[in-house]
């Protein structure tokens, strides 16, 4: 009996210090000639537990590339018919979603505002070969880095200064980019939150017969 006792005091001190630990995520993203590298780092419990994903570099030359998309505009020409078909009747699916997000957006803020972000870093090089495409490629680069910091700010706590760099090089073609994120949250936050989203869920689906759910549903679509 005493052992019982002693596994379930153990397993509940367990669970509570899961549910008020932070999961630390680190996102690292680098695009540079043509390669594509991705590493998401998840840490938890305190730093005991540790798991790193890598996404492969992908490389795509221009006649493997040329022969992909004539490829692709054979099988689309044939297929263009039954995709409409199935875009028609998709469309119900996409509008639950839709109606989903915004009765639930409030939880979803809230849950935002409780995420932390510890490092927010951008660093780009860009370059066209041509002094007045490369000063219009800077200028609409900048828009979109300037919007990356003040979305964060607005929809998370920002604990860190972020630093966006943009190089631009005029006498060559280059495109680079690194980005790195890292941020944290409480399990029991997001815990909570999916609780909450499955709550809303079932709402949408009572209110709205809806053609998503969490069964298994079948879709059928008829040639006609």
Known sequence: MKIFIVSLSVL??????????RLKITVQYVHENKKDYLTVRIVALFGLVSKTFVLPETFVDKEAEDTLKEERQEVEQKEKSSFLKKLKADAQVMED??????????????????????????????GAGDAAMTGKLTGAAWSLKGIVPMLAYQF?????????????????RIVQT???????????????????????????????????????NKTVYQEE
Not at 156 to 172: G, K, M
Not at 191 to 211: D, E, G, M
């Open 12 to 21: 509940a001190l367990f669970i509570i210090v899961l549910i008020l630990s």
């Open 97 to 126: 979603w839709m109606r989903f997000f915004l009765e639930s957006k409030h939880v979803l803020r809230g849950f935002l505002k409780k995420m932390i972000v510890h490092e927010l870093f951008w660093n780009s090089t860009i």
């Open 156 to 172: 998370l706590t920002v604990r860190c200064q972020p630093l966006i760099h943009l190089e631009s090089v005029f006498n060559r």
């Open 178 to 216: 690194e980005f790195r994120c890292i941020f944290s949250f409480r399990v029991g936050d997001a815990i909570l939150t999916a609780i909450q989203l499955l709550r809303y869920w079932k709402r949408v689906n009572r209110r709205v017969p809806s053609s998503v759910s969490f069964k298994t």
